[in-house]
């Protein structure tokens, strides 16, 4: 069964889990409006189906906290997991030529693919293109949104977070390839400066990035 087969409440709880990495059954009641009863029934589903999982913390000498998260298997729920057939293939690649061969043929895939996005976004203000790269990421089945923050010397600046990886498995064995979406952004919004603020690959539970206009 896939996640978008859940009810929607259950769904809500993965993709709420998805984004804030863990959360209490009350914290969960609270943000999705729904009584602590309920929310304690579907995460009884949920962890009988292998789909979440959870840790006991106790602080002091009061009752313990249980801090629920997805499993392994509740990440792969997400859709965007490649099968095997692409890890194979770069596995194959690699090991039939020289390093630095391999790497520029990396870099010429992501170069192409910056230029689609660059193409695709066009011209306009910030937060079009800034919009239209999120909407790019979400047709690639990365759970992508943006929001602005605080503008600096008078110039607008957005956060985009991505809370899962559509390219994960590929970027366990290869995690260049996923080292290379900085980069990408950067083209992608020409004119922009792009920071990176979180990054999976360093064991962070999204990826995030600050963009802003160039003086």
Not at 29 to 36: F, R
Not at 74 to 80: I, L, N, S, V
Not at 199 to 215: A, D, F, I, K, S
Request: with cysteine.
């Amino acid at each position: 069964m896939t996640a978008t087969q859940h009810p929607s409440t259950k769904q809500d709880i993965l993709n709420y889990l998805l984004k804030q990495s863990k959360a209490t059954a009350q914290e969960l009641a609270e943000s999705l409006d729904i009584s602590p009863q309920a929310t304690r029934r579907h995460l009884k589903d949920l962890q009988e189906e292998g789909l979440i999982e959870h840790e006991v913390v106790r602080v002091g000498m009061g009752r313990p906290n249980y801090f629920y998260r997805l499993s392994s298997a509740g990440r792969a729920q997400f859709p965007g997991r490649y099968d095997d057939f692409a890890v194979s293939l770069l596995g194959t690649l690699a090991d039939s030529i020289d390093k630095k061969q391999f790497n520029d043929i990396l870099r010429k895939q992501w170069e192409r693919k910056a230029q689609e996005y660059r193409d695709r976004v066009g011209t306009g203000s910030l937060a079009d293109r800034v919009a239209r790269l999120v909407e790019l990421r979400q047709a690639e089945g990365y759970m992508a949104e943006y929001h602005p923050i605080e503008a600096e010397n008078g110039l607008p600046r957005y956060i985009i977070t991505e809370y899962n990886c559509a390219i994960s498995h590929i970027a366990e064995t290869f995690p260049t390839v996923c080292g290379h979406e900085l980069e990408m952004f950067t083209i992608a919004l020409e004119g922009c400066q792009v920071e990176r603020t979180h990054w999976m690959v360093g064991g962070e539970h999204q990826c995030g990035y600050l963009v802003r206009e160039h003086p």
